[in-house]
């Protein structure tokens, strides 16, 4: 007899998107945050099969999409056999609750989707004890919907009364389970607090930006270390720190969770912690994906949050990354001749660019084809070794 042969592989889950474009939103701006949704999706391993958007002032409060939108969405789910469906905003309890019991299928919203990126990808016992807070955090006004009873705990002699219902119960530890998070993620700043006062007589030095930009790649490629980088979102969320020499200059560089927009609130409390590397930085590296057709968007939504976190007001430098894959803005395409066109951009057209004017000091590079990486490091010990100069001018070693 033929031994048999099980398919163990995990069945990819097949989704569809849904977002609401609001009168302050453009239909570009709308299929970017989809794709962008899309991209979370294949990140936490799903199959985006179609996206849905509906026109409307406001999103609906019963249904987020309205009822009709939401007959269209159930016919698709029972034809195309869809596992979960995915919107792009958050989802309000009762909108969750409606949605649910109308399409029978799973429902998660961007927040929930996020969290569980960061479930999947937290390695230290800080991320992971952040990530469990944010989701407890996020699941807290949302029990109602996980019980289909609300039966009374039964008590027994010298019990008896109104007792406590099952969802009480669940909020109540809960609520235990949350506060013991914060006190171990209290403890466990405290260590990093002590650490990072050890190495105060470094400059520090950050990466920051969007995620997805290069980060990692470029901290690899300066450090000479091994931080995972993938082609994906959120592939780095415990901060790393390599100490630097650039000539006779020595540094620490840190690399930092990817910023995203409508990042969950209850992430950007959580990861404060981590992101103290951020806020006591010297000098910040601001990664930007020039080849992304939205990187000044991404510039907006990183600045927001650095100011936040408090920590605008810091010496900024903008890398520029991945030049060789920079394709020309519509806009500024049409005011080419075909020759123009059809000339690659050099590194003179892109340090003479409103890029660069606009956010001096910059410099433009490919961290992976390793292209103008010479004043990338040039630019660094500079700014490096002014500093370092500015607070002990008794080193000698810099003279």
Same mark, same amino acid.
């Given at each position: 007899?033929?031994?048999?042969?099980?398919?163990?592989?995990?069945?990819?889950?097949?989704?569809?998107?849904?977002?609401?474009?609001?009168?302050?939103?453009?239909?570009?701006?709308?299929?970017?945050?989809?794709?962008?949704?899309?991209?979370?999706?294949?990140?936490?391993?799903?199959?985006?099969?179609? /996206?849905?958007?509906?026109?409307?002032?406001? +999103? *609906?409060?019963?249904? %987020?999409?309205?009822?009709?939108?939401?007959?269209?969405?159930?016919? %698709?789910?029972?034809?195309?056999? &869809?596992?979960?469906?995915?919107?792009? *905003?958050?989802?309000?309890?009762?909108?969750?609750?409606?949605?649910?019991?109308?399409?029978?299928?799973?429902?998660?919203?961007?927040?929930?989707?996020?969290?569980?990126?960061?479930?999947?990808?937290?390695?230290?016992?800080?991320?992971?004890?952040?990530?469990?807070?944010?989701?407890?955090?996020?699941?807290?006004?949302?029990?109602?919907?996980?019980?289909?009873?609300?039966?009374?705990?039964?008590?027994?002699?010298?019990?008896?009364? +109104?007792?406590?219902?099952?969802?009480?119960?669940?909020?109540?530890?809960?609520?235990?389970?949350?506060?013991?998070?914060?006190?171990?993620?209290?403890? &466990?700043?405290?260590?990093?607090?002590?650490?990072?006062?050890?190495?105060?007589?470094?400059?520090?030095?950050?990466?920051?930006?969007?995620?997805?930009?290069?980060?990692?790649?470029?901290?690899?490629?300066?450090?000479? /270390?091994?931080?995972?980088?993938?082609?994906?979102?959120?592939?780095?969320?415990?901060?790393?720190?390599?100490?630097?020499?650039?000539?006779?200059? +020595? %540094?620490?560089? /840190?690399?930092?969770?990817?910023?995203?927009?409508?990042?969950?609130?209850?992430?950007?409390?959580?990861?404060?912690?981590?992101? *103290?590397?951020?806020?006591?930085?010297?000098?910040?590296?601001?990664?930007?994906?020039?080849?992304?057709?939205? %990187?000044?968007?991404?510039?907006?939504?990183?600045?927001?949050?650095?100011?936040?976190?408090?920590?605008?007001?810091?010496?900024?430098?903008?890398?520029?990354?991945?030049?060789?894959?920079?394709?020309?803005?519509? /806009?500024?395409?049409?005011?080419?001749?075909?020759?123009?066109?059809?000339?690659?951009?050099?590194?003179? *057209?892109?340090?003479?660019?409103?890029?660069?004017?606009?956010?001096? +000091?910059?410099?433009?590079?490919?961290?992976?084809?390793?292209?103008?990486?010479?004043?990338?490091?040039?630019?660094?010990?500079?700014?490096?070794?002014?500093?370092?100069?500015?607070?002990?001018?008794?080193?000698?070693?810099?003279?």
């Amino acid at each position: 007899m033929k031994p048999k042969f099980y398919d163990t592989a995990v069945k990819q889950e097949k989704a569809i998107l849904v977002g609401v474009m609001t009168p302050h939103e453009t239909e570009a701006q709308e299929k970017e945050y989809l794709e962008e949704l899309e991209f979370l999706v294949a990140t936490a391993g799903g199959e985006t099969v179609k /996206s849905f958007t509906q026109k409307l002032q406001r +999103p *609906d409060r019963a249904t %987020f999409v309205g009822s009709g939108k939401l007959e269209d969405i159930k016919a %698709f789910v029972i034809e195309e056999e &869809i596992d979960m469906v995915v919107f792009d *905003d958050e989802l309000t309890p009762s909108q969750l609750r409606n949605i649910e019991n109308e399409l029978q299928v799973k429902i998660l919203d961007r927040n929930n989707l996020i969290l569980d990126i960061f479930a999947g990808r937290a390695q230290t016992a800080q991320a992971k004890s952040q990530v469990e807070l944010a989701q407890l955090q996020y699941l807290l006004p949302r029990l109602t919907r996980l019980w289909t009873h609300l039966e009374r705990q039964k008590g027994g002699i010298g019990m008896r009364g +109104p007792g406590e219902s099952q969802i009480e119960t669940d909020r109540r530890l809960i609520l235990n389970k949350i506060s013991l998070l914060k006190e171990k993620l209290k403890n &466990i700043d405290k260590q990093n607090e002590t650490q990072r006062k050890n190495r105060h007589q470094l400059i520090r030095v950050a990466l920051v930006g969007y995620t997805n930009v290069g980060k990692s790649t470029i901290m690899n490629m300066v450090s000479k /270390s091994e931080v995972f980088a993938e082609n994906k979102l959120f592939a780095t969320l415990d901060t790393t720190v390599r100490k630097v020499v650039f000539e006779n200059v +020595p %540094f620490l560089l /840190s690399d930092t969770v990817g910023f995203i927009r409508k990042l969950p609130h209850h992430l950007v409390e959580c990861f404060k912690s981590t992101l *103290d590397e951020v806020r006591e930085a010297d000098i910040l590296i601001h990664v930007v994906d020039i080849s992304h057709p939205n %990187f000044e968007d991404q510039i907006r939504v990183v600045n927001e949050t650095l100011k936040e976190l408090g920590a605008l007001n810091k010496k900024v430098i903008t890398v520029f990354n991945k030049i060789d894959e920079f394709k020309m803005p519509d /806009s500024y395409r049409e005011q080419l001749s075909a020759e123009q066109e059809a000339e690659p951009l050099t590194l003179d *057209d892109f340090r003479q660019s409103w890029m660069a004017k606009n956010n001096s +000091p910059a410099v433009f590079i490919s961290a992976t084809k390793r292209e103008n990486l010479e004043e990338f490091r040039t630019l660094i010990y500079n700014e490096v070794k002014k500093l370092h100069t500015e607070r002990y001018p008794y080193d000698q070693l810099l003279y």
